[in-house]
DNA sequence: AGTAATTATATAACCAGTTATGCAAATTTA
DNA sequence: TAAATTTGCATAACTGGTTATATAATTACT
C-alpha cells in the first residue's frame, strides 16, 4: 500500500490490519490445500485445546486474549464440526468444561504437520528479509505494554507545546491575568485574604515599585501562567518567589517549570542568594514542581498568610 | 501475548490482528486527548481528501485499499460530522465526488499536528526496539506480493513430503501398480500398443531377466511411481528409460524427479555409459523432466511405438 | 436509434470480533 | 443461615469491515 508512505506512521494500525487481514485469507486458503476442513479463527481455541485437558471458556479466552463471548461462539461452531466436546466433568455448573473429541485430537496431529511447514515458510521470509516482523512484533508488545502509545504520544505533545511557551515580563495590558489566574486557585482552596488583594490590585506598587519582578508565560499570546519575585527585607532572603499561577487551560505543557526556571534566572540576573516562598501541603503539584526546581524546606518563619503551612528556601549560590 | 510463544509463526495473523486492535484503540483514546470528535476509521478518507480535490467513491476506495461499500458508509457519517460535501461538481450523474468542508480543511489543520507528534513518539519506540515495525511491515509487504505466502507453504509441504518419497527395487507385490500406473497416462492420452501389453504384463521377463531394472517410488508404503531401464542391444545406449509413471496423486511431491535420479543412479552402478528414452512432446511435465535430469534430444533413430515423436539421450560419461 | 454491456453507487446481508446484560450457581458476609 | 456479592456463561446488540446484489447512468455496439 502506497498510502501507507504518504500517511506516516500515524497509519499504522491501518497497515497492521491490512497485513493481519492479507495474512488470515491466505491461511483460510492453506487449510484447503491440506484439505483440512478448518476455520482459521478456531486455531487459538483449538491450540490451547491441544496442550491436554479440557478448559472453561473462561480460562480459554483468558490464555488466547478474545472476549469470553467470542470463544463461546467458536466453541459451539467446533462442537459442530465435532471438533470439541462441552459440559465434560465439573461439579461447579456454572463452568462449562470444554475438551477435543477423538477427531479433534486426531486433526491436531495433522494440523502439527501444517504448522511446521507454515513456520518454516514463514522463517524463509524473515531470512529474506533485514526486518523481522515476528521479533518486532514481540518486542512492541512488550515496549507498548510498559509505556502505552498514548502516554508516549502525550510526552510529544508536551515537547512541542512547551516550545511554544514564551516567558516575557510584565507589563500593564497583563494585569487582568495576573489577578484572575491567582484569584483562581486561591479561591478555589482557600480564602482570598487582605495581603492578596493588595499585591494582585496593583501589583506595580506593591511588587515592582518595592525591587520585585513579575514574570507572564505566553502561549499563542494568551497569558496561562504568571509568576513574581517579592523583594525581602530580610537578612538571609533576598525575593519571596510567590502569586505563581497556571491556568488549568495550560496542563500538559510544563508552563510551571518554564516559568519557574526563568524566575530562578531573572533572580539570579537580580544577583539575589536565596529565595524563599510559602505554600501549603494541600496543593501538591505546586509543592512537587517547587521541589523539582531545587527548593528545599525549612521551618519556623513567620508569615502573613493563614493557609502557609510550608515553606521553603532556594540557595543561588550552590548553582 | 504468552500464546504467541507457545503457537509458533502460524499464529502471525493472530498477532498481528491482536496489535492492530489495540494500536486502533489508542488511537481512539488519543482524538480525546486532542480533543478531536473524531472516528479513527475516517482517517484513511479523510488523509485522501486533504490531498485537495474532490474524488469519487470508488478513487477514494482503490486509493486506501478499502471496499467501496465501507467509504460510502465512512463518507456518509463524515456528512453527519459536517467535515465532508458530497455531490460536487461532474456532469457524470453516477459518480459522487467527495470533499472537505471549510470545517474538515480546518480540522485537517489540527491534525497534522497531532500526527507529527504521534509520528515522533513511533519512531520514539523504533528508536527504543532493534527490529524496526514499520520497516518490518514494508518489506513483507514486498514480499508477499513478490511470492505469496500461500506458495512459500506449498514450496516447504512439497519439500518435507519429497523427503518421505522411499526408491524401491521392483518386487512381485507392485506387479500391479507398475502396470496399472503405466496403463492410466498411456490409455488417456494414447492407446494400448502390443509392446506395452508385454512389458507390462510380464516385467519379470521382459525387463528384469533380459537384464534391466525396474525402481519403485513408495509414499507411506504406497506405491505412486514406478521407472525402468530396459535393456537395449544397440552399439550406443546402453539402457532406454521406459515406462516412467507417476500416479497423479503424488502430485507436488517430487516424486519424478526423484524416481529419475535413482533411476540414472542405478545406471551408473550397472556400468551403463549412455541412456536413451522415446516420449512425445504432448506430455509437456515428462519432457521437462528428461531435461532437468540432463538428457538432450536427439533424431534419427527407429522406434517400435507409433507415439514417439521426440527421442532424447542422456551421457553417463559426463557427470 | 435501440439494445447490450459497463460503471458507480447504494443497500442488504454477512463475518469476526466486541461490549452490555441477564440469569443461574457458587461463594462470601453479616 | 439468609442475604449480598461474585463468578461463569449465553445471548443480544453493536462495530468496522466484507461480499453480493440491485439500480441508475453512461458507453459501446449493431
Known amino acids: 500500500m502506497e498510502l501507507f508512505e504518504k500517511t506516516g506512521k500515524i497509519a499504522l494500525g491501518s497497515r497492521l490490519r491490512y497485513m493481519a487481514s492479507n495474512v488470515t485469507d491466505e491461511a483460510a486458503r492453506l487449510h484447503e490445500l491440506y484439505q483440512i476442513d478448518f476455520a482459521p479463527k478456531w486455531f487459538p481455541v483449538f491450540f490451547v485445546l491441544s496442550e491436554g485437558d479440557c478448559k472453561t471458556i473462561t480460562d480459554i479466552a483468558n490464555e488466547i486474549g478474545h472476549s469470553q463471548p467470542s470463544v463461546t461462539k467458536i466453541v459451539k461452531e467446533m462442537i459442530n464440526a465435532g471438533l470439541v466436546e462441552d459440559n465434560l466433568r465439573s461439579q461447579d455448573k456454572r463452568r462449562n468444561m470444554v475438551g477435543l473429541t477423538k477427531q ?7 494440523m502439527r504437520i501444517q504448522c511446521i511447514d507454515i513456520d518454516h515458510a514463514i522463517d524463509g521470509i524473515i531470512q529474506e528479509a533485514t526486518h523481522n516482523l515476528w521479533e518486532a512484533l514481540a518486542e512492541w508488545e512488550f515496549l507498548l505494554e510498559q509505556k502505552s502509545l498514548l502516554k508516549r504520544v502525550q510526552e510529544q505533545k508536551k515537547i512541542r507545546e512547551s516550545k511554544d511557551v514564551r516567558v516575557v515580563p510584565y507589563q500593564a495590558e497583563y494585569r487582568q491575568a495576573f489577578k484572575s489566574l491567582n484569584e483562581e486557585w486561591i479561591s478555589t482552596y482557600f480564602e482570598m485574604e487582605e495581603t492578596d488583594h493588595k499585591a494582585l490590585d496593583n501589583p506595580e506598587e506593591y511588587i515592582l515599585a518595592k525591587g520585585g519582578k513579575i514574570l507572564v508565560a505566553l502561549y499563542n499570546n494568551e497569558p496561562l501562567g504568571v509568576c513574581s519575585l517579592i523583594k525581602m527585607d530580610h537578612p538571609e532572603f533576598d525575593y519571596e518567589l510567590a502569586k505563581m499561577a497556571v491556568s488549568p487551560k495550560a496542563q500538559g505543557k510544563s ?60 540557595d543561588l549560590r550552590n548553582s
Chains 1, 2 share one sequence.
Open 104 to 110: 479433534g485430537k486426531a486433526l491436531w496431529e495433522r
Open 255 to 314: 508552563v510551571g517549570t518554564i516559568l519557574g526556571r526563568a524566575i530562578i534566572e531573572e533572580a539570579k540576573t537580580l544577583g539575589a542568594s536565596k529565595l524563599y516562598l510559602e505554600s501549603n501541603t494541600i496543593l501538591k503539584p505546586a509543592i512537587n514542581l517547587y521541589h523539582k526546581l531545587g527548593f528545599q524546606k525549612i521551618t519556623g518563619y513567620p508569615s502573613p498568610y493563614q493557609r502557609c503551612n510550608i515553606q521553603m528556601e532556594l
